[in-house]
């Protein structure tokens, strides 16, 4: 299993961060395009046992994954688990910790490339690993740069 980690500072109030950061509506307009191409909830509220779907594009094949979230502890925690989808395995950790007026986030997400298949075809494990750190700093730099205006 493969983890990539990112860390952040944000100049915001943790609700506020905690509220943006896990609407799945908010993944498509912080992700690159050519990563996460649509993102919504399919079960309603963002609660523990919902269920979101996601979007991508990966060397030029579309591919959609469906995430549970399996823990949500607000303010402080959310995490979803791939139920379908591309990847043998995919877990994403958010954290979230109020710092004064600012949170501190991080973000881990633990996965496994499948061993046949499109994906396993098409991404290494190094393209797979870049995309994801990529992706996960663009993320969040863009939640920092809307959320401290």
Do not use: C
């Not at 506020?16 to 399919?42: A, G, H, L, M």
């Not at 309603?44 to 919902?50: P, T, V």
């Not at 994801?132 to 740069?145: E, I, L, N, P, S």
């Amino acid at each position: 299993m493969t983890r990539i980690e990112n860390e952040i500072e944000i100049n915001a109030p943790v609700e506020k961060v905690y509220e943006y950061y896990t609407n799945p509506d908010n993944i498509k307009n912080t992700w690159p395009r050519d990563v996460v191409k649509e993102s919504e909830s399919t079960t309603g509220q963002n609660e523990q046992g919902s269920e979101m779907k996601v979007k991508g594009e990966y060397m030029g094949t579309q591919q959609e994954l469906t995430l549970e979230v399996i823990d949500k502890q607000p303010n402080k925690r959310l995490v979803a688990r791939q139920t379908q989808g591309p990847f043998q395995k995919l877990e994403s950790i958010q954290e979230f910790q109020a710092n004064g007026d600012a949170t501190h986030v991080k973000h881990t997400i633990d996965y496994e490339l499948p061993t046949g298949g499109k994906v396993a075809n098409l991404l290494t494990g190094n393209e797979a690993e870049d995309r994801f750190r990529q992706g996960m700093q663009q993320a969040a730099q863009t939640v920092k740069d809307k959320l401290e205006q």
